[in-house]
């Protein structure tokens, strides 16, 4: 199976500051045949279901505010919020469905300072 | 609209089987590329990615649980149904069910089920 890491575990963040999350596999997630890399971004916000945010490294879902982007290649990968907002509070998690089974990173907690 | 929810018993005992269901609408699991996944969270830790199942009847599941695991769908009830067998306490938790697209992966999600396993 691929294996999911994610840094850091929790991430105090001021309002209006920028921040950042990494994630990393064990295998790369490039698909050469399509010229994809399948690694995604959901949110879980407190009490909530998760959300998709980032698809395929770098897309953002519908709706999704243009503070969130995704970046990386192979095996290496971060999530930037620009500017973080009150709302932007809950656990990230980074997921990669370049093969079966697919699988979760352990989640990243960030909230405010 | 595309909107999936979760439904099944809220409590087994330890050694039943637990079996949940996957209503969906706004699409259908008979179009090429389509798929219903279902992920599991134990209380207050993180997303584990269960099973999936997709148009053309293929599965796939965790590896630590496949013995455990089977996922079926019914195009048309608009259903995708998993049961896991031999339910132990480690197996409490919110159990979410989401449609799968090749493109944007998990986008749409369930409000979740949550199943305690208690004697």
């Known amino acids: 199976d691929i294996v999911m890491t994610q840094t850091p575990l929790s991430l105090p963040v001021t309002p209006g500051e920028p921040a950042s999350i990494s994630c990393r596999s064990s295998?790369?997630?490039?698909?050469?045949?399509?010229?994809?890399?399948?690694l995604d971004w959901y949110l879980q916000k407190p009490g909530q279901s998760p959300q998709l945010l980032i698809y395929?490294?770098?897309y953002r879902a519908s709706g999704v505010p243009d503070r969130f982007s995704g970046s990386g290649s192979g095996t290496d990968f971060t999530l930037t919020i620009s500017r973080v907002e009150t709302e932007d509070i809950g656990v990230y998690y980074c997921m990669q469905r370049m093969e079966f089974p697919f699988t979760f990173g352990p989640g990243t907690k960030v909230d405010i300072k | 609209q595309v909107t999936v929810r979760e439904s099944g018993p809220a409590l087994v005992k330890p050694t039943q089987t637990l079996t949940l269901t996957c209503t969906f609408s706004?699409?259908?699991?008979?179009?090429?590329?389509?798929?219903v996944s279902w992920v599991r969270q134990p209380p207050g830790k993180a997303l584990e990615w269960l099973a999936l199942?997709?148009?053309?009847?293929?599965?796939y599941y965790s590896s630590s649980l496949k013995t455990r695991l089977t996922i079926s769908k019914d195009t048309s009830e608009n259903q995708v149904v998993l049961t896991m067998t031999n339910m132990a306490p480690s197996d409490t938790g919110t159990y979410y069910c989401?449609?799968?697209?090749?493109?944007?992966?998990?986008?749409?999600w369930g409000q979740g089920t949550t199943v305690t396993v208690s004697s």
């Open positions: 199942i997709d148009w053309d009847y293929d599965q």
């Open positions: 295998q790369s997630l490039f698909d050469s045949g399509d010229g994809h890399t399948y």
């Open positions: 395929r490294l770098s």
């Open positions: 989401a449609r799968v697209t090749p493109v944007d992966g998990l986008d749409v």
């Open positions: 706004g699409f259908s699991l008979n179009t090429r590329g389509m798929c």
